[in-house]
């Protein structure tokens, strides 16, 4: 059973995930903690920049590494579903973090410590709407078409079917077994 979850296709895309959300998370605090620590932005202002600094990058890697998506970028059947996921991600995770800012603006006059407070508000939103992002992107890129395989039962290495896939055991394994 173990083996079935490891060498998952699942897995992998989830790991791959994992690893393209750290890097456009590194993107977006290190724009946060730019924008609002040193230059004074609004952490409106500062949030709505650094999700973008962490969108651009999200999308590529997410596309073309996570799920191996190649060719000319479907502007309906991805680009447009990936804008509206992440950008109500974006838009609540701003949200927040102004929300925040406004709750301890009087209460923390130490700009470095609100800035910290902020920047792991900003965090703590994106980790919290990691998985719900994970699942409506992978709708996104799995059903869309093109060269990435549409279903976790196949093997990526060897390209033929395994019998579990995202729902369990497919009919046709089953009779077989």
Same mark, same amino acid.
């Given at each position: +059973? ?7 296709? @699942?897995?992998?895309?989830? &790991? ?26 609004? %952490? ?10 962490? %969108? ?9 590494? &996570? ?19 992440? /950008?109500?991600? /974006?838009? +609540?995770? &701003? ?7 406004? @709750?301890?603006?009087?209460?923390? &006059?130490?700009?470095? $410590? ?21 699942? @409506?992107?992978?709708? $996104?890129?799995?059903?869309? /078409? ?14 033929? %079917? ?14 077989? %077994?």
């Amino acid at each position: +059973m173990l083996q079935l979850v490891t060498h998952s296709r @699942l897995a992998r895309v989830f &790991t791959r995930f994992t690893a393209g959300s750290a890097v456009a998370t590194a993107c977006s605090q290190l724009t946060f903690l730019l924008c609002f620590g040193l230059l004074g932005a609004s %952490a409106a202002v500062a949030g709505a920049v650094s999700f973008l600094a962490g %969108a651009v990058p999200n999308f590529l890697i997410q596309r073309f590494w &996570t799920w191996q998506r190649s060719g000319r970028v479907q502007v309906r059947r991805e680009l447009a579903p990936y804008v509206a996921v992440i /950008g109500l991600n /974006g838009a +609540m995770a &701003t949200g927040i973090t102004a929300g925040v800012d406004r @709750l301890v603006g009087t209460a923390i &006059t130490d700009h470095a $410590v609100r800035t910290a407070v902020l920047s792991a508000t900003l965090f703590a939103s994106f980790v919290v709407l990691f998985v719900f992002k994970f699942a @409506l992107l992978d709708r $996104v890129f799995r059903s869309s /078409g093109g060269s990435g395989s549409g279903d976790y039962g196949e093997d990526a290495d060897s390209g033929s %079917a395994s019998a579990v896939d995202s729902d369990g055991p497919s009919p046709a394994a089953t009779r077989s %077994a």
